[in-house]
């Protein structure tokens, strides 16, 4: 028997969240180490998946695994990935290595970076997230998929609500909380929908996504149930207007959260929404594709005006991951090769920098206690690798070639001229907006003079943060000098869901 | 040496990349180490372009060294590289002016390490320019090129270094988004990038309807998609304004660069890019496009008979000369094929390489007095010639060259230029050989300043006494002079790549 993979991916962080809870609390240390072991278990092993899936040209759902749940009403725990999921059970990887690494938090010259206000918990709740997003990544079967969805989303809260921004964390954490499960009830209507419909038509009582592609919804059926499974769990991914939740909550959640949560769990619901809504009501999403690109278009146009004007330094990043997100559900929306082959490495690259920028600003906020723009200034010359860290994501983030931005971007574009070239037209004027307000932040935060306030107080970024910058950064620029590490792998993904677009 | 022959391209495309990694894990303390090895690196490139010269042959058609590598095949785009006449002209420029603004950098202590790569790294965004044949490709580096040119200014710039960084990196990439939606456009249409394939592709649709719109429309949309983006580049009037902030800001070698080569990339885009995918267009619009380059002749001349600054001067006279070139580019656009349109891209593909060595001389020459007295104010100056008559002489020469005096480069494709447009575009010739009379304007107005009138006696005596220009920046000089004279006295060994490739293109 196969090595089952993807059940140790999953399971592993909520075991060591076990194990973390049964620790001493003040044995800081062990907690961070069991952490870090945990999370270096799960690099390995999504990095192993990633791998194989890359060379040996696979195609289609593989790893796969099935266990009995609830025989009765059709429930299983069955995993396996694509070449969709498997870039993002890697991203999922990588950025809970290095948030773990970024939230070590030892004290260290008087510095309180990271978390040393109950790690025990902290862990404990972040890897119970994290369990839930990699099973979402992973599930193929509707439950199940809900099920570890809700899961990832509610140690959201706690995590906000506790060891989050002091002046925000209960109005954030409760917003962010209310939107997304509003968004997943309305989403949990329609799949219950999909599975009482799916029973009348076949005689079968299942949640299993593979059958339920198979299940012939009918034409009014996917038009009537499209838009709130897509939309539902489009919140989560940052969609207009029910985008709002976003920011705030990028903004009050502690660095390691803030990563995840932009990084990853804003790509949960991109994700979920293509599985879900695009691949088991393809009829519907071809009708309703219009509404979507509208949508997404003012995404990625207001998001990346509205970040350009703001002041604090971590809102300007959440914002531009409203405006990043856009560019995804945009490629999904054009429901072509190219645009979704774009929205998948979108997925990732935008991941992966969204994770750098957050690290950084945390670094800064951390030593400089304040994410004002105009008080900031001059951090590069006391660190220089956070710097670089946060100018490379920038040029992820102007869409750069050179970097994985451009490789994902490009063939958005693509796939847009495709559906609507007016779209391509009006959306393609973010990237300049993008590129002023990236410069400026670089400029204002890492260049120029310190203010006096600062200089002297602020020391140099911990030999633990560098190992979190360095694979972040190898591996956009990775992507964006050879995106044959990715981009090959997505297609097959693609192939499979324009085969389900061409058949209904 | 087979491995040299067939890699040819890639290796001068790469090695600058590959020495700036090796640079990172240099001691950054080690400024003499660094220098050598940037400079030593940047040689390499030099002596494989004048291999590549030695080999290349100019009779026959289409490019030479082809490579390709795959890149993102997704999207049927490949690291395609070959060259012409055209961008052979252009890469020896690029491999020559790099080493020189390598060497014209030594004195500078700020943060060396850093500096240098970003050098290396630029030289490689420009020559990835020149040398592709992927359209995908081409833009890669084209945007490539322009983070280094922002960190030079921004970084080791003067005073208002952050608005000039701004402004020309929002310019350039502003500019370049209608390149970008007409690369798209085509990518999508023909499912290639590939430059020989989307020539005739492109070309051969005349009729019909694009888009819900008559092709011609959408081709005439196009078509200025990409001129803007080149002719901000170029500097085209109006869109010339970034150029006179960002020379003033850079620090000096980056002025050469920027000077040197970058603007070229805009020219050279209209020549690979703009003539052969749009011949219908360019004829239609070739007046337009002679007008725009008429006020930039003119403008640019009275521009910079205004300014007060040196620096700037030089700065405003590189809209001048790029004038021509474009001047150059628009009567070939009229007269597709006819031997006057031969007459005047061979000066212009000229006056680019021409404008090149002088242009870079020149800020070059600014920069040397400019680190001994502080200042660029041509008031400040005055009587300088008996105290640093070398530094005089050199920087008379390099001004005659630019002004276009007989004998010297200048006047080779200046007269190309006039002599293949004036039976074309009478009118906007005529104007521009009277824009020739200011530019003569302002270079005497330069010379005067600066090197005649009353001694200053501030530089004469004392602590501020004027040092003359030093063995190292002769060395930086002596290059480009000896080539201003070469092709000024005998202009047939260059002529005759670059008119052998332009039968064959145009």
Same mark, same amino acid.
């Given at each position: 028997?196969?090595?089952? =993979?993807?059940?140790?991916?999953?399971?592993?962080?909520?075991?060591?969240?076990?194990?973390?809870?049964?620790?001493?609390?003040?044995?800081?240390?062990?907690?961070?180490?069991?952490?870090?072991?945990?999370?270096?278990? $799960?690099? /390995?092993?999504?990095?192993? /998946?990633?791998?194989?899936? +890359?060379?040996?040209?696979?195609?289609?759902?593989?790893?796969?695994?099935?266990?009995?749940?609830?025989?009765? +009403?059709?429930?299983?725990?069955?995993?396996?990935?694509?070449?969709?999921?498997?870039?993002?059970?890697?991203?999922?990887?990588?950025?809970? &290595?290095?948030? /773990?690494?970024?939230?070590?938090?030892?004290?260290?010259?008087?510095?309180?970076?990271?978390?040393?206000?109950?790690?025990?918990?902290?862990?404990?709740?972040?890897?119970?997230?994290?369990?839930?997003?990699?099973?979402?990544? /992973?599930? +193929?079967?509707? &439950?199940?998929?809900?099920? =570890?969805?809700?899961?990832?989303?509610?140690?959201?809260?706690?995590?906000?609500?506790?060891?989050?921004?002091?002046?925000?964390?209960?109005?954030?954490?409760?917003?962010?909380? +209310?939107?997304?499960?509003?968004?997943?009830?309305?989403?949990?209507?329609g799949a219950l929908a999909m599975y009482w419909t799916s029973y009348q038509n076949t005689g079968v009582l299942t949640f299993d996504m593979l059958q339920l592609e198979q299940a012939g919804f009918s034409q009014t059926f996917q038009n009537i149930w499209f838009l709130p499974v897509f939309l539902g769990f489009a919140v989560l991914g940052g969609i207009w207007p029910f985008h709002n939740w976003s920011p705030d909550g990028h903004v009050a959640a502690p660095t390691a959260v803030s990563m995840f949560h932009a990084g990853v769990l804003m790509k949960l619901g991109a994700f979920a929404a293509l599985r879900v809504g695009i691949m088991l009501l393809p009829a519907g999403a071809k009708q309703w594709a219009w509404l979507i690109i509208i949508l997404a278009t003012v995404n990625v146009v207001y998001g990346a005006f509205i970040a350009f004007v703001q002041t604090d330094f971590k809102y300007v990043?959440?914002?531009?991951?409203?405006?990043?997100?856009?560019?995804?559900?945009?490629? =999904?929306?054009?429901?072509?090769?190219?645009?979704?082959?774009?929205?998948?490495?979108?997925?990732?690259?935008?991941?992966?920098?969204?994770?750098?920028?957050?690290?950084?600003?945390?670094?800064?906020? $951390?030593?400089?206690?304040?994410?004002?723009?105009?008080?900031?200034?001059?951090?590069?010359?006391?660190?220089?690798?956070?710097?670089?860290?946060?100018?490379?994501?920038?040029?992820v983030s102007m869409?750069?070639?050179?970097?994985?931005?451009?490789?994902?971007?490009?063939?958005?574009?693509?796939?847009?001229?495709?559906?609507q070239w007016l779209i391509a037209v009006i959306s393609i004027i973010s990237i300049v907006i993008t590129a002023c307000y990236v410069l400026l932040v670089v400029r204002r935060v890492f260049f120029g003079k310190m203010p006096e306030k600062l200089e002297g107080h602020i020391t140099p970024i911990t030999a633990l943060d560098k190992i979190a910058i360095l694979p972040l950064c190898l591996l956009i620029i990775g992507i964006g000098l050879f995106p044959r590490i990715m981009v090959p792998m997505v297609q097959t993904g693609v192939d499979n869901i324009l085969r389900l677009l061409g058949a209904s | 040496m087979d491995f040299l022959n067939t890699h040819l391209l890639s290796l001068i495309l790469f090695i600058p990349s590959i020495a700036a990694l090796v640079t990172l894990f240099l001691p950054k303390e080690n400024l003499k180490l660094l220098r050598w090895f940037v400079l030593g690196a940047s040689l390499v490139p030099l002596a494989l372009t004048l291999y590549l010269w030695s080999k290349f042959n100019p009779d026959l058609p289409g490019f030479q060294f082809d490579q390709s590598y795959i890149w993102y095949p997704a999207i049927h785009s490949s690291l395609h590289l070959g060259v012409d006449g055209l961008s052979l002209t252009m890469v020896l420029l690029t491999t020559l002016l790099t080493p020189l603004a390598i060497l014209a950098s030594f004195n500078t202590t700020d943060r060396v390490k850093a500096y240098m790569m970003l050098f290396l790294f630029l030289e490689t965004g420009m020559l990835g320019v020149f040398m592709a044949l992927d359209l995908l490709i081409f833009f890669v580096f084209w945007e490539i090129g322009l983070v280094p040119m922002y960190f030079l200014i921004n970084q080791?710039?003067?005073? @208002?270094? *952050?608005?000039?960084?701004?402004?020309?990196?929002?310019?350039? !990439?502003?500019?370049?988004?209608?390149?970008?939606?007409?690369?798209?456009?085509?990518?999508?249409? #023909?499912?290639?990038? *590939?430059?020989?394939?989307?020539?005739?592709?492109?070309?051969?649709?005349?009729?019909?309807t694009l888009l819900g719109m008559p092709v011609s429309t959408v081709k005439a949309v196009a078509f200025w998609g990409f001129v803007i983006a080149f002719a901000i580049k170029v500097p085209i009037w109006p869109f010339h304004t970034w150029l006179p902030d960002a020379h003033t800001e850079a620090p000096t070698a980056g002025s050469m660069i920027l000077a040197g080569v970058l603007l070229k990339l805009g020219a050279y885009g209209f020549l690979r890019l703009v003539l052969p995918l749009y011949p219908d267009q360019a004829r239609i619009f070739a007046g337009a496009l002679a007008l725009l380059a008429t006020a930039?002749?003119? #403008?640019?001349?009275?521009?910079?008979?205004?300014?007060? *600054? #040196?620096?700037?001067?030089?700065?405003?006279?590189?809209?001048?000369? !790029?004038?021509?070139?474009?001047?150059?580019?628009?009567?070939?656009?009229?007269?597709?094929?006819?031997?006057?349109?031969?007459?005047?891209? @061979?000066?212009?593909?000229?006056? !680019?390489? @021409?404008?090149?060595?002088?242009?870079?001389? !020149?800020?070059?020459?600014?920069?040397?007095?400019?680190?001994?007295?502080?200042?660029? @104010?041509l008031e400040d100056f005055g009587g300088l010639f008996p105290l640093v008559p070398i530094y005089g002489g050199i920087l008379l020469f390099t001004s005659m060259a630019s002004l276009g005096l007989p004998g010297l480069n200048g006047f080779v494709s200046e007269f190309l230029v006039v002599r293949g447009a004036y039976p074309l575009l009478t009118p906007y010739t005529a104007l521009s050989m009277l824009g020739l009379l200011f530019t003569g304007a302002y270079i005497l107005k330069g010379i005067k300043k600066v090197l005649h009138g009353p001694v200053n006696e501030r530089w004469a005596h004392g602590e501020h006494k004027l040092t003359e220009i030093n063995p190292r920046e002769i060395i930086v000089m002596a290059p480009l002079m000896a080539l201003i004279l070469v092709i000024g006295v005998w202009p047939a060994w260059i002529l005759n790549v670059i008119n052998k490739a332009v039968v064959m293109l145009f």
């Open positions: 028997m196969q090595f089952p =993979f993807l059940s140790v991916i999953v399971f592993t962080p909520i075991a060591a969240s076990l194990l973390i809870l049964l620790m001493p609390a003040h044995k800081k240390n062990l907690v961070r180490s069991i952490a870090l072991g945990a999370a270096a278990i $799960d690099l /390995v092993l999504s990095l192993w /998946v990633y791998i194989s899936y +890359l060379t040996q040209g696979m195609a289609g759902y593989q790893f796969i695994e099935w266990y009995q749940w609830l025989p009765a +009403l059709g429930i299983n725990l069955a995993f396996g990935v694509d070449g969709m999921s498997a870039p993002l059970v890697l991203l999922t990887g990588v950025v809970m &290595f290095t948030g /773990v690494l970024i939230s070590w938090g030892e004290e260290n010259h008087g510095v309180s970076a990271g978390i040393q206000d109950r790690p025990r918990e902290f862990f404990a709740f972040l890897f119970i997230l994290a369990s839930g997003v990699f099973g979402v990544f /992973v599930s +193929l079967d509707l &439950f199940m998929l809900f099920f =570890f969805y809700e899961m990832a989303v509610f140690p959201m809260y706690l995590l906000i609500a506790i060891w989050g921004w002091i002046q925000t964390r209960e109005y954030a954490a409760m917003k962010l909380t +209310l939107y997304l499960f509003i968004g997943s009830v309305v989403s949990l209507v990043i959440g914002f531009s991951s409203v405006s990043h997100m856009g560019l995804v559900a945009m490629g =999904f929306a054009t429901l072509s090769r190219e645009g979704m082959l774009g929205a998948g490495v979108q997925m990732f690259s935008h991941g992966v920098m969204t994770a750098l920028f957050f690290a950084v600003v945390g670094m800064v906020y $951390d030593r400089a206690h304040t994410r004002h723009i105009p008080d900031l200034g001059g951090f590069v010359k006391i660190m220089p690798w956070a710097a670089i860290g946060f100018i490379i994501g920038g040029f869409g750069m070639p050179g970097f994985s931005g451009f490789v994902a971007e490009f063939p958005i574009f693509m796939g847009v001229w495709k559906a | 080791w710039g003067s005073a @208002n270094k *952050d608005y000039a960084s701004l402004k020309f990196i929002i310019y350039t !990439m502003g500019g370049s988004l209608g390149l970008l939606l007409g690369i798209q456009l085509l990518g999508v249409l #023909f499912g290639t990038f *590939d430059l020989p394939r989307l020539y005739q592709a492109w070309n051969s649709l005349t009729e019909g930039a002749i003119i #403008f640019g001349a009275f521009g910079s008979y205004g300014q007060s *600054d #040196f620096k700037r001067l030089v700065a405003y006279s590189s809209v001048n000369h !790029m004038g021509f070139v474009v001047l150059g580019i628009a009567a070939a656009g009229l007269a597709h094929g006819t031997e006057d349109a031969h007459i005047a891209l @061979n000066g212009a593909i000229l006056q !680019m390489f @021409n404008h090149g060595l002088s242009a870079a001389g !020149m800020f070059f020459l600014v920069g040397v007095i400019y680190e001994r007295t502080h200042t660029r @104010n």
